[in-house]
Every structure is written in C-alpha cells, then in structure tokens.
C-alpha cells in the first residue's frame, strides 16, 4: 500500500462531517406553488448534478462523493432508511434487523426472501459479510502515524468512515440457508442499528468472480479462514486478500457505462447508460417490489458544476430538478419563478457553521479563550450571513443538538452559551473581553476558506470585534483546497468552519470531542469528556445519551472549545413538468424523495 493511502481512509470521518458551505437545522415550513397540471405514472425527468457520477461503490474512499451517494440510493436498497423527521424507518419488504440479546450484544440480520440483484441473484449473507469486512477493518494489522500513513502492516479496505463499532465484532455467523448473518460485540455499542449501513451497495458475488472465486459463498470461505489483524503483530499482505480489497476499493469507479455486471441494482433504479462527462441515465427497476415502487419510467442526469447555470436552466425549462449552492440572490432568483410554476425546497438541514479555538499556542490560557470568544458577534453574523438565505435563522446555542431536537431548551439553559449569546457588538460582552485581557494584546491566526464569501464575512465580523476588544489578528485564511490541510496541521489559534452531523446516531461526538480522535483538530482534551464518549458509544438507550450528550456540551463550552454560530439552509427547486419532489436535510436532498416524483404534462 502506498505510504499515505490511509491518511485518505481515516480522515474520512472528518470528510464526511466537514462543511464547506453548506449546513441545517430545525425545518421551516417548504416554500412551495400550486401544480395546475396533472401528475401522471411514467415519463422521464431530468436533474442537474454538479460533479460526475464516478463509481457504483459509494462506501469506498474514492467512491464517497454527493452524486455517487444520490445515485447509490436510487439504485440500491436496505434494512433502513432515515425518515423526513430524522428517524429510523424499518423496511421489513428487503428484511429485518433484530437484536438477539444484550450481553453479549448480538444483532442478526435477516435479508427477506425474492430480494435481488439485477442480474437475478439473490442478495444474500454473503454480501452483508462482505460489506461487514470492509467495514470492520477486521483484518487489517496497520499502525498509523501522526498524519494517518500506514508506518507498518497493512489496511485492506478503504471504507469511507469510522468502524469503532464493527471494530468490536467477532467473525459473523452465516444461517438460514445463507439468508443471515449474526453480529456479536466484544462490547455494548449504542449505534447498533446503523453500524452496517442503510442499504447492500456491493454484489459479492461480482467481487468474487473478478477476484477468482466460483461464487461468492466460496469467497466468504476464504474470509472466514483468514487471522483477525493485530496490528501489535503485523503479518505479511495476504495476496488473496489484498486481490479481493484492491477490487472492492476501486473496482467499481468508473467514467463511461461499464461491464454491465459492475452497475448492478437492488433498487428501484437502474443504470441504463453513463456518457462520461456529460449524463448519466436511470430507468426503472420492473423487479423491484421490496420497497416504495418509483412512479418515473426514468431518470436524465446532467452535470452542471455552476450553481447561477443550474438556475438558468430551470427557468429555461432544460431542467426540472436542481441542488444550487444557496446564496440569498439564487434564493430570490428562484422566487420569481413561482409564477411560472417553480417550486422551492429550502430549509434547514444538518450542518451547522463554528467558531474553534486551538488548545495548542497562543489560546491555550484558558482566560485568553474566554476573552476571545466573548467578543464573538454571533448575532451578527447571523443577521449578515444566515438570514438573507434564511428568514429564520437563529444563533445556535449546543454542538450536540439541533433546535429540531427535544433537548435542544434544556442544552441551551445548561451548557453556558448563554453568556456569550449577544455578541461582542453588546457593550456588556466587549467589555468583560477587555478585562480578561487586562491590557494584553495577543495575536491570533484565523483560518477559515478565503474562497467561500459567507467564510470570508464571517472573518471580517469575527476580526473587527476582536481588534476592537484588544486581540492583534493575523489573516490565516487558504483557498478551498487548502484549508482543510491547514485545519488538520493545526495551522490556527482560530478556525471557523462547519460540521455536517450525523442524521442519526451518537457515534461522531466521540470522533470530534474524544482526545486524540480522528476530527478532533484543536487538541481539546478533557478526561470527563473521554470518559463520557465512551460511555456514549456503549450506551443504547436514548435517554441516557441525551444526557451524557447534555454534560459533553457544557464541559465543551465551559473548557471554552469555541461557538456555534448558525445552522445553514439547503436548496433545491423543481420545474412545472415534474411533482413529488421534497426537500430533505440529509445529503440526498430532493433524492431522498425520488420514489414519489412524477412528470407533469
């Protein structure tokens, strides 16, 4: 394995929750039109994406981009999906998740008879394993070094996000005439019911053949009879095994249409045909019955990286869904078009945007990061940022829970936020600043993406209140493919950037707050908080983790970690000629929606 491939692999937890842009919340009403056409079954639709569809394995690192995920969803299905109001929805038509016991927590999953690839072989136990393998890190054996390059042994699969909790399975046990597969936990996990994934996106039995395996059920054999990875005790590379990990990883990319066998579906779409760089198309699934049956015949995808282009096109009529960057003119631009039949899906979703100060250098007093964080125009920002895009926006006041979430009153009566709530532009704020400098004039370097304007006036409102309070401050901002290697360097006293959160689950709070964790880049390290992460990640139920969440957010707060500033909106918009398309806060957005979009004569 290349020197620096894992760095890739581990980082993408902070990947996957890093917002450059775009951020959520609680859920305004839909800003929507009246249809005065009439919906019908059938037809074609077509969607505007900003980046090329890439690869038909969404899990992997390289495969783990927006257009592969919407696309992955369309085209495959599950155990599960993520409801409107954030909820686990069981889908018992693909098959059932049960948990068997508590001590030792044992989950079998049950895949439902007459649930198929596209091909026509069933989806079976072979291709849970599978996906349990990649995901695990079960047999790998490497040691990482401080930038997350492999130093010794070997990493396999390159799963795009954590395994903390498939980490702690044993081998899984396949029954039911290889319609099963059973998990057990060397350790209590609270976020069981998502470990494995929301849908089945990879065809073992396709791995097996391009890896030199019969079937898939041979593959699975090999597996089982290959050592559990210690990294204390590196081995050699398994040849057979690294064959098997290097198709999965990147077997599955591609830029045309492929072998048919790598666009495979066990969903209620298909790929019919992929023109590189310019479209992709789905049509339906006409054996698919293990879940909400789609309405379209298909599906047209074109790519359009400019969000104003994306615009023009809907008003044009050569588009009928678009995903914009929201900007406050793109929001009033689409607002015109009501007339003509535009509908617009925005609100709130899952990001928030942050202020984080570095435990490491000039903050690391804890007076001085008090001092900073009290000159903070949260207010501000928001007036100046959020609500031009949002009416509706508000300071947000928890790291941990969004407004939509029922502990969200109790966090901001309990975690302190409140003293810092009005900003420095109240003089009361500004003030208690410059007595906790007491004529010190420390410089501070604010990094933040010079590239994304919302950053850049969030820098200009943060540094003006700063200077007036008494900080010197140092421009530390990059461009947008910079930042983020800044960030992780550690090259800040400040940073304002955003997190994308998880929609369900507890497993990212420990990645971001726990000391030394994946996506923890500001060197905050506190022993209760640690302790209280690992009580989170082994605790099911929900009331228990809403309060161990409540204490990490005030510790975080009170240990002066940083602010939350404001949750972001999301856009999409729809055309006159198609129906059913709704908003979403999670990263499918309109998609998470596509079974019930229909075209509009």
């Not at 044993?170 to 936990?185: E, Q």
Request: charged share 20%; glycine share 8%; net charge negative.
């Amino acid at each position: 394995m290349r020197r620096g491939r894992i760095s890739k692999v581990l980082a993408a937890a902070a990947v996957l929750a890093l917002s450059l842009a775009a951020c959520t919340g609680t859920t305004p009403d839909p800003i929507a039109t009246t249809q005065t056409t009439t919906a019908a079954v059938g037809g074609n639709v077509t969607v505007l994406e900003s980046a090329p569809f890439s690869s038909f394995n969404a899990t992997s690192v390289t495969g783990s981009t927006l257009i592969n995920t919407r696309i992955g969803a369309a085209t495959h299905s599950g155990f599960y999906s993520v409801d409107d109001e954030l909820k686990i929805s069981s889908n018992e038509k693909f098959g059932k998740i049960e948990k068997v016991k508590d001590n030792p927590l044992t989950i079998k999953y049950t895949i439902a008879s007459g649930v198929q690839w596209s091909d026509g072989a069933p989806v079976t136990a072979d291709d849970l394993f599978l996906q349990w393998a990649a995901a695990s890190g079960y047999f790998d054996d490497a040691t990482l070094g401080a930038s997350f390059a492999v130093t010794k042994g070997t990493a396999y699969f390159h799963a795009a996000g954590d395994n903390k909790g498939l980490k702690q399975t044993g081998l899984p046990v396949i029954g039911d005439n290889r319609m099963s597969l059973t998990l057990t936990y060397s350790t209590a996990f609270s976020d069981w019911q998502t470990a494995l994934g929301s849908t089945v996106d990879v065809p073992a039995h396709i791995v097996a053949l391009r890896s030199g395996f019969q079937d898939a059920a041979a593959l699975t054999e090999i597996l089982q009879g290959m050592p559990h990875g210690d990294p204390a005790f590196p081995i050699s590379a398994n040849p057979t095994l690294r064959k098997v990990a290097d198709f999965w990883n990147t077997g599955f990319d591609v830029r045309g249409m492929p072998d048919p066998s790598l666009a495979l579906s066990n969903g209620p779409f298909l790929v019919k045909n992929i023109t590189a760089g310019q479209d992709l198309v789905l049509t339906k699934n006409p054996d698919y019955t293990w879940g909400q049956v789609p309405k379209l015949d298909s599906l047209t995808v074109h790519y359009e990286a400019d969000s104003d282009k994306q615009v023009a096109a809907l008003k044009a009529g050569t588009a009928d869904v678009i995903s914009p960057e929201l900007t406050a003119e793109r929001f009033d631009a689409l607002a015109e078009m009501k007339s003509q039949g535009v509908q617009i899906q925005q609100g709130q979703g899952l990001g928030f945007d942050q202020v984080v100060l570095n435990f490491k250098g000039v903050l690391s007093p804890p007076d001085l990061r008090s001092a900073f964080l009290s000159t903070i125009p949260r207010q501000a920002i928001v007036d100046q940022v959020a609500k031009p895009m949002d009416p509706n926006a508000e300071v947000l006041n928890s790291f941990v829970f969004r407004p939509a979430q029922v502990p969200y009153k109790e966090a901001v009566q309990s975690n302190g936020t409140s003293a810092f709530r009005t900003g420095a532009l109240e003089t009361a704020a500004a003030d208690k600043a410059r007595k906790l400098l007491d004529g010190a004039k420390p410089t501070v370097r604010i990094l933040y993406n010079k590239d994304d304007p919302d950053r850049v006036k969030e820098y200009s409102l943060i540094t003006a209140a700063a200077t007036e309070a008494g900080f010197s401050v140092t421009d530390a901002g990059r461009s947008a493919s910079e930042w983020i290697g800044a960030l992780k360097e550690g090259a800040f006293d400040v940073a304002i950037y955003g997190w994308t959160s998880n929609p369900t689950g507890s497993a990212q709070i420990p990645q971001v707050f726990r000391t030394g964790a994946v996506s923890n880049f500001n060197n905050f390290s506190n022993t209760v908080v640690d302790q209280l992460t690992e009580q989170l990640a082994v605790n099911p139920d929900e009331a228990k983790q809403n309060a161990l969440k409540l204490q990490i957010d005030q510790l975080a707060v009170d240990a002066g970690y940083g602010l939350p500033l404001f949750q972001r909106s999301t856009l999409s918009a729809s055309g006159k000629h198609v129906a059913g398309v709704q908003r979403s806060a999670l990263n499918l957005g309109p998609w998470q929606s596509v079974a019930q979009w229909s075209s509009v004569k």
